[in-house]
């Protein structure tokens, strides 16, 4: 209005008396709201992405876009004043940032200091993304899509045009961060455009079994070169910094484990991490801090409260993101109810799970599905490896207790009912079960009390063409991986039609299925010391692209 009225009207040198009446009435109430308009404010605008496809990157819009804001009831943007009071800055604390996630949490008491930052927040925000079309589904990171906002601009370019000669502009630490980050995400729009990837010596992704193999191989490449990761040092063993090793839930402890000694991606300068590690083990929680017996969930949360509160109290970096740049990890079914104790850490955070349950709020665009892998010895040796497909002779296999709606029905179905499809309750003596898997084309893996199964994995080391049976449930590294190219998908209502899907895949197509899973494998290996390419690189390349969503910018 004020460019209206001092460009036109007074240029005009004959304007109207009413003309000069409204100006007499605008000019007092600019003057006015100079003084009582508001000062200083920072935004953090933090909204779901409308997507089915679990692969699509980017899971926001932008902070300045006002029309999702309105159309959407999928965000809620969070003001979060700039203030000496300690009264305004409680009030900071009970506000929350959704990200995909449509109802609302109660917030922390307001003694927490979750949320309250002595200095202004940092806005947050993601990269925009478009709805893939059908040709772009196979592909599935769709990185060609990505866009980088307008207002976004590399340290090497200038935003203003350059008037007079200017001091050159020191850059933050985020912001050389973030810039490397724009780099990779061109990198990988250019291997996901068909341009050649990088060279490489080892292992290069090819086939089917990938969304798209240029693209995984990119962006790991730009992973391996930049990707920086700080663990918090706060907390002591058992339940932090330390984890199971030889059980079903042996990959918490690995990666808890191996991310204490890593010298790759693990930096001691928190100024040059891309995300934050919480090192809390809930495995370790569970044996160590709940009261058996007593159903009481409450000391789990809080020390998921006290330990989130320490690090938000003594580090900038929770509050200048409200998490988003931070991940746990667990592989106890308990994991995502532990992480419900701090409604940032389940909104906001990156979460990487084995009890990847879409109907319990795992999603699939902001967390990480990782594999349940049930190490007895502690090692894969005796594990790994099985004969050629024309050497099995059993159609396929299960044996498992019965827990969770699902096996009861496949039991019922077809325990002791035909040859080809052995099912067992509890294995005959003498016989191995690991030597059963070996023998059969597809292993059953159907969902016990939670979504995620030991068996996927066991059947991958075997040889064997794993058949999900399960609701729910996102898949290991689905963001890379093509399951469909290497696994069968059985819902729980064709449980009885289960022979009659298995026999009308063909001996070709069955014998494409079976090598595939034998490719894929090395990604679902768990080596001491870690490998290229082995599970726990996958598990943070895919920590990795969920970064890549999301930017986090200076004032």
């Known amino acids: 209005m004020a460019d209206f009225v001092y460009g036109n009207c007074f240029a005009w040198r004959f304007c109207s008396s009413s003309s000069k009446k ?33 692969w699509l990157w980017g899971y926001s819009v932008s902070s300045n876009s006002s029309s999702s804001s309105s159309s959407s009831n999928d965000h809620l943007d969070v003001k979060l004043l700039s203030t000496k009071h300690a009264d305004e800055r409680k009030t900071m604390a009970d506000s929350n940032v959704v990200m995909g996630v449509q109802d609302k949490e109660e917030s922390l008491s307001n003694d927490s200091v979750l949320n309250s930052s002595v200095s202004p927040s940092l806005p947050v925000e993601a990269v925009h993304a478009q709805e893939p079309n059908e040709n772009d589904v196979e592909f599935g990171l769709n990185i060609s899509l990505l866009k980088e ?32 980050l ?67 839930y042996s990959t918490e402890g690995f990666f808890i484990n191996r991310m204490e000694v890593d010298k790759q ?35 789990i949360r809080r020390t998921v409260i006290d330990y989130v509160n320490l690090v938000a109290g003594r580090y900038p970096y929770w509050n200048r993101s409200l998490g988003a740049d931070h991940f746990m990890l667990s592989c106890h079914d308990w994991g995502p109810e532990a992480s419900l104790s701090v409604p940032n850490l389940q909104k906001n955070s990156i979460r990487a799970l084995c009890n990847a349950n ?7 665009i902001k967390d990480v599905s990782f594999p349940e892998i049930n190490l007895q010895t502690g090692t894969i040796k005796d594990m790994i490896g099985g004969p050629s497909p024309s050497q099995r002779s059993i159609l396929a296999f299960f044996a498992g207790g019965v827990h969770g709606p699902i096996r009861p029905v496949l039991l019922e179905h077809w325990e002791g009912k035909d040859e080809d499809i052995q099912v067992f309750k509890y294995l005959p003596k003498g016989i191995s079960y690991y030597a059963m898997m070996r023998k059969t084309k597809f292993c059953l893996c159907p969902s016990g009390y939670e979504v995620a199964s ?16 399960s609701d729910h449930y996102t898949p290991p590294f689905s963001d890379v991986l093509n399951w469909k190219s290497f696994s069968v998908e059985v819902s729980v209502s064709d449980i009885p039609n289960l022979k009659r899907i298995l026999m009308r ?19 679902f290996e768990l080596n001491y010391p870690p490998k290229r390419l082995d599970v726990f690189h996958m598990i943070l390349h895919s920590v990795w692209l969920r970064r890549l969503n999301v930017r986090i910018q200076d004032m």
Not at 187 to 205: E, F, K, L, M, S
Not at 358 to 364: I, Q
């Open 182 to 248: 724009q780099k990779a995400r061109a990198a990988i729009r250019d291997a996901r455009n068909g341009n050649q990837t990088t060279p490489d010596h080892d292992y290069v992704p090819q086939g089917p079994m990938y969304r798209n193999a240029n693209v995984f191989h990119r962006s790991y490449s730009e992973m391996e070169k930049q990707f920086k990761v700080y663990v918090y040092k706060e907390g002591e063993p058992p339940v932090f910094h330390n984890g199971p090793c030889k059980s079903i």
């Open 358 to 364: 879409t109907s319990e709020r795992f999603n699939p």
């Open 265 to 299: 991606f693990r930096t001691e300068d928190p100024e040059k991490a891309h995300v934050f590690f919480l090192p809390f083990s809930v495995t370790m929680m569970v044996r160590f801090v709940y009261i058996r017996d007593t159903h009481d969930f409450g000391p």
């Open 149 to 180: 906002p307008q207002s976004s601009h590399s340290m090497n370019e200038s935003v203003d045009p350059p008037m007079k000669a200017r001091e050159p502009k020191v850059y933050t630490n985020l912001e050389r961060l973030e810039s490397g």
């Open 505 to 523: 895949i063909s001996s070709r197509q069955y014998i494409r299925m079976q090598r595939r899973v034998v490719q894929v494998r090395k990604h």
């Open 454 to 469: 030991p068996r996927i994995v066991e059947a991958i080391y075997t040889g064997c063409v794993p058949v999900l049976i």
């Open 22 to 54: 409204l100006l007499l009435f605008i000019v007092p109430l600019i003057v006015i709201s100079g003084f009582f308009g508001p000062r200083n404010s920072n935004w953090v605008s933090l909204s779901g992405l409308q997507s089915t496809r679990p």
